[in-house]
């Protein structure tokens, strides 16, 4: 199975500042991985597909970038509506898997 | 729009069978994959398994012994059931569309305890 290790796993923010948010893949997923982003008791919610593509009704604030078994998701700009976890999910073989998350709290 | 709902018994006895039900509207089972995963409280999220367009399954190795996922068209409904539960199987179980490889909508989750 591929193993998607995030990074940091906590990270206190500023609003207003840009963040970055590591996952690494244990071997090469191409470009098949996908960040969610999930609110206490709310379900994930799909941010950013393939890596790198945008997702129709999410600010364009959040992008995406990374091939192979690197990744990162950045925040340009956080806002307080932002303080969720993220989480990455690889697509490129089964059993699908998804990273421990990232969580993001008020610095 | 797309929606997908979760139901089933909030709590289940160990060594007993979970059975969940997924409904969906807005979409047809024959065109898009619907799949189960599951999250441990505070915890990250497992992919339990899938009911492909074509009926076809594939299950998570983890729990390939004891899950069965199956679909009912006419009723736009896909089924998950799982037996020999223990404690460790408690947490929210989610059903999601599943677009290619990503999941673009999911369901509120449903609640599962096991416990006597």
């Known amino acids: 199975d591929v193993v998607l290790t995030q990074s940091p796993a906590t990270l206190s923010v500023t609003p207003g500042e840009r963040i970055s948010l590591s996952c690494r893949a244990s071997e090469s997923v191409d470009t098949y991985l996908h960040w969610y982003q999930q609110k206490p008791n709310e379900s994930p919610r799909l941010l950013i597909k393939?890596?790198?593509q945008s997702i129709s009704g999410i600010p364009s604030r959040f992008s995406g970038s990374g091939s192979g078994t690197d990744f990162t998701l950045s925040i340009n700009g956080v806002e307080l509506e932002d303080l969720s976890i993220y989480y990455c999910q690889q697509g490129n073989s089964l059993p699908y898997t998804f990273g421990a998350g990232t969580k993001l709290e008020l610095k | 729009q797309v929606q997908l709902k979760e139901s089933g018994p909030g709590l289940v006895q160990p060594s007993q069978t979970l059975s969940l039900t997924c409904t969906v509207s807005?979409?047809?089972?024959?065109?898009?994959?619907v799949h189960w995963v599951r999250q441990h409280s505070g915890k990250s999220l497992e992919w339990m398994g899938r009911?492909?367009?074509?009926?076809?399954?594939s299950y998570n190795s983890a729990f390939t012994s004891r899950l069965s996922i199956s679909r009912d068209t006419s009723k736009s409904q896909v089924f998950l059931k799982m037996n020999s539960l223990q404690t460790e199987d408690t947490g929210t179980y989610y059903c999601?569309?599943?677009?290619?490889?990503?999941?673009?909508?999911w369901g509120q989750g449903v609640m599962v305890t096991v416990s006597s």
């Open positions: 999601a569309r599943n677009r290619y490889n990503y999941f673009d909508y």
């Open positions: 807005g979409f047809s089972l024959t065109s898009y994959s």
């Open positions: 393939y890596a790198s």
């Open positions: 009911m492909w367009s074509d009926g076809d399954t």
